[in-house]
């Protein structure tokens, strides 16, 4: 059994841990908070669940110990970056750090690699929601006189989204003042963008998502090849079930002996699921 | 530049062809037939374009000198047994086989084995077309009476298909008589299949194909999670693109050392794409 546990306990640390419950592999190890003593910690693998600003910190401490981590970063502009500030840590502590392993970046990315391998000459979109977009969200909550905020992402196709802004104002706050400073916002200001004001925010909480991602391209000299990937998913239990499925897949790198860290377009499939080599050849191949 | 050579040199090996000259790290080392000398072969990688019957055959021959393969080889219940003969000649020979590497087996592998990592409880339904199922036109060829036969393959959902099976007759043969024979033929007895007379079958000629691949399944404790899967493809050009993907991964994972015979499923959508790791992370993830 992979002994695993979780740092963190938001959203993505408790559908993590359904996940780990769920998987026929797998014990849970023990949930930890940010501030846990981090060498208290015993399991093979740690899901740092912890806000993406402070997971290269975490990660860092636990791959120096020589234990595995997973974590969902999703700063896409900066990915590269942490792979090699913990790819660093990890070879020579002999540790596997797979880092970004959400749906996107996570998941998505595999898609998409695949499709450019089976048409390498094209153009693919990926359109994310009808969905709350948490970067958004944040945006919209700093914004003066917005009591609490609720950013939706719609996709209008070829990557182009619409940002729909519910926002509860505060007591006295004048809602065109409001609506012109978020508008304003770099976060804001270069998509189409409704603000809309809503009595209670709380009343619209939804965790559902999802994509579409198409794929128009050329395998060899053929044109017209078309692929289109779409989910709809409630976003914590995928993110938590993708960290879950990772983890198997750095304790399987780790006994090959191949340490370092990686994202999830570096590792084969098989290595996300239980089960023998034969077992999932036969049924999935 | 990795030096690529094409056994066989029907739909197939010509796509193939086509995919190595637009591959911007690939040089075509040679197209070979099926009763060339195979010691004559200098390349990296062979390309085994052959019938799929005859694949394991050539392939065994190559990976025992050596040099690594890519086949497309598509017997579905065949394809364990296939990756255990290979994996034994490749393993002492420092060679590597990516086996059954097309679209389905092959890309819609990678794409089943993500989505159960994504929900690992639920269904996933494959449905095929709608397209040429070559299978069934050969076993439509065979029927006494038929000149020549095209069987289209036309999804009806969860994993059901229709066969519609268009036939040229031979010159006096009775079309009732033909339509029960192949009625009968244990190809055809255990789906809604509809028999057509036609003039021409070469007037009805398509090499266009496709799938639609869906799971509904469980992440965590979360039911309902979504997933589908959608392309409309010329056949052999996407074969031929897939066997040279495939081509550049049999040498990375000869440059690491990992020898023996794969399928898709075991292989990093990485590996399947030129260029840098870096390149690649940024651009994908």
């Known amino acids: 059994m992979i002994k695993v546990a979780i740092l963190g306990y938001g959203n993505i640390g408790k559908a993590a841990e359904e996940a780990i419950k769920a998987a026929p592999d797998m014990t849970l190890a023990g949930v930890y908070h940010h501030n846990d003593c981090l060498d208290c910690i015993d399991a093979d693998v740690v899901l ?6 402070e997971v290269q910190k975490f990660a860092t401490v636990l791959a120096a110990r ?3 981590t997973v974590d969902s970063f999703d700063i896409h502009g900066q990915i590269w970056n942490l792979r090699e500030a913990l790819d660093a840590v990890c070879v020579p502590n002999k540790a596997v750090s797979i880092i970004s392993a959400g749906w996107d970046p996570g998941s998505d990315s595999m898609i998409r690699a695949i499709l450019q391998a089976l048409a390498p000459k094209g153009l693919t979109y990926t359109n994310f929601g009808p969905g709350r977009s948490m970067g958004h969200t944040v945006a919209a909550k700093a914004i003066p006189g917005v009591k609490n905020a609720l950013s939706m992402t719609i996709p ?12 509860e104002l505060e007591e006295g706050a004048d809602f065109k003042t409001v609506q012109a400073a978020l508008l304003a916002d770099d976060y804001f200001a270069h ?14 909480n939804n965790v559902a998502h999802g994509v579409n991602l198409v794929r128009n391209g050329v395998s060899g000299e053929t044109h017209n090849q078309r692929f289109e990937f779409n989910m709809t998913i409630n976003n914590p239990a995928l993110t938590g079930q993708v960290l879950v499925s990772c983890a198997r897949a750095a304790v399987r790198l780790k006994e090959h002996g191949d340490f370092g860290a990686k994202t999830m377009i570096e590792l084969a499939p098989i290595d996300l699921l239980p089960g023998t080599k034969e077992s999932l050849v036969k049924a999935l191949v």
Chains 1, 2 share one sequence.
Do not use: K
């Open 191 to 204: 998509d189409e963008t409704h603000v809309i004001p809503v009595e209670s925010i709380d009343a619209l």
């Open 48 to 53: 740092v669940c912890t806000p993406t600003r």
């Open 156 to 167: 209008l196709g070829t990557g182009i989204h619409r940002r729909m802004v519910y926002i």
């Open 66 to 68: 020589g234990i595995c």
